[in-house]
């Protein structure tokens, strides 16, 4: 089918992304928005916009009802969910397409199935992708459960089965913790996501987090290389960077074609990731999870490959083969992210809504800043915090370190309190120039480097 034009069903920074790569292929751009959005930059910059319902998100974003709605007044040719929201909901996915339009990602069918955290850890073993150890599906019960901790051995974690983006996830030291912690997880796990199934993993000490981007059209699959994805807070992202650091050429090879070969296993249609544990003492990696969508992180493999992702998941989606060859993908350079979010750092990251008063954005070969923002744009309190990501190129890690260390400085958001000052202090600091931190690094280094600099606080705003 040929895409004419595009509803797009998200928000925020990821909206703008899309229309953008959107108007860069001739496409028509309709962006619905809440009647918290009517004045954002999405709205501002697509062909055309309509409200679907009140802020919150279940009445409007998540409101499945109401976007089919807006698409078949408008006669969109697609719909791109972005991420969150609606980006991983099968029935969405099916229903976009039933409705006679294009879904911008892949299919129902590998959506479900992907999404399914135990039945993608059988379809990655049988792809021949290493997986943690743990359970081979579900669980049964508690009993179960222990018995397989007691065979992978202590620390372990107790992880939802439709769980994501670092929810649905206990970790247990001591069997005593465990027998209080199993029954709470498999209740909370079915208040959050509708299924209280459980699975068991084993707990890789001091991991990193790397993480695979694929591209498919069903039929040709490449990787655009990894990401590293370590420096996380309460296992949400806050700094990525492309390549990942310290792999040799042989660890990424494998890696990288364990992906494409989780892709080839399931016909992987569009743009989609492959999340890994790398337990660098032992120089092997784990397979986690796919995420069925576009990335927060994809600008970083973007500036290192020069391969604009969410272009091609457009093309693919109207028909298209995928324009590129796996030969002719390379990493050129370093890219590394920051996520900048309207949280006050000195106030346990407390969320802060409010009027942007002011914004300057460093300029610059190889810089690039995607976000929702303006000047005398009002912040809504509604959604999740991204206010923008700072992405920067260099020649390689050190080269690239030093270039954010100008960007930053040269950032400037008035009115709001943001995660500015955090990435001012890990672009500054000796263990991250150094790569030496891991997935449970951040918390521990917020309690030491971080706070000392609290006294800087209203400089570094």
Request: a negative charge; one cysteine or more; glycine letters at 10%.
């Amino acid at each position: 089918m040929t895409i004419r034009s595009v509803l797009i069903a998200n928000r925020g920074e990821i909206a703008v992304r899309i229309i953008r790569a959107a108007k860069a292929l001739g496409l028509h751009t309709v962006q619905v928005y809440s009647q918290a959005d009517a004045d954002s930059l999405a709205v501002r910059l697509a062909d055309e916009a309509v409200e679907i319902g009140a802020p919150a998100a279940r009445k409007s974003y998540l409101n499945v009802e109401a976007v089919l709605a807006a698409a078949k007044a408008k006669a969109v040719d697609a719909v791109h969910p972005g991420y969150g929201f609606l980006s991983e909901n099968a029935d969405f996915a099916e229903a976009v397409t039933a409705a006679g339009m294009v879904f911008v990602g892949p299919s129902a069918e590998a959506i479900r199935l992907l999404g399914d955290k135990v039945a993608a850890r059988k379809v990655a073993k049988e792809a021949g992708v290493p997986t943690v150890p743990g359970s081979d599906g579900r669980v049964a019960d508690a009993g179960e459960a222990r018995a397989i901790v007691e065979r992978i051995g202590l620390p372990v974690m107790i992880k939802a089965a439709a769980g994501g983006g670092g929810r649905g996830i206990r970790i247990v030291a001591d069997m005593e913790e465990f027998e209080r912690q199993f029954p709470q997880a498999s209740a909370e796990a079915a208040a959050a996501f509708g299924d209280g199934g459980l699975y068991i993993e084993k707990v890789i000490e001091r991991a990193r987090h790397v993480e695979v981007q694929i591209l498919g059209d069903g039929r040709n699959f490449v990787h655009c290389f990894e990401r590293e994805c370590s420096l996380q807070r309460r296992r949400q992202k806050v700094w990525e960077e492309a390549p990942a650091f310290g792999l040799t050429p042989s660890l990424r090879d494998k890696l990288c074609a364990s992906a494409v070969a989780l892709a080839k296993a399931v016909g992987y249609s569009g743009a989609g990731t492959v999340e890994y544990l790398y337990d660098e003492a032992a120089g092997a990696f784990y397979f986690i999870e796919v995420n069925t969508r576009i990335q927060v992180e994809h600008p970083v493999t973007e500036m290192v490959t020069g391969i604009d992702l969410v272009q091609e998941m457009l093309r693919i989606a109207g028909g298209a083969p995928l324009s590129v060859r796996q030969e002719d993908v390379a990493i050129s350079g370093h890219a590394i992210e920051c996520r900048i979010n309207a949280e006050d750092p000195f106030r346990d990251f407390m969320p802060w809504p409010g009027t942007v008063e002011k914004l300057s954005v460093p300029e610059g070969h190889g810089i690039r800043f995607d976000t929702l923002l303006y000047g005398g744009y009002a912040v809504p309190p509604f959604y999740d915090s991204l206010l923008g990501k700072l992405i920067v190129h260099g020649a390689d890690r050190a080269d690239c370190l030093s270039r954010l260390r100008t960007a930053l400085a040269k950032l400037e958001i008035q009115g709001i309190p943001t995660t500015i000052p955090l990435h001012v202090a890990l672009a500054a600091d000796a263990d991250v120039a150094g790569g030496r931190f891991h997935t449970r690094f951040l918390e521990g280094w917020l309690e030491t480097a971080f706070a000392a600099r609290s006294g800087d606080k209203e400089v570094a705003r």
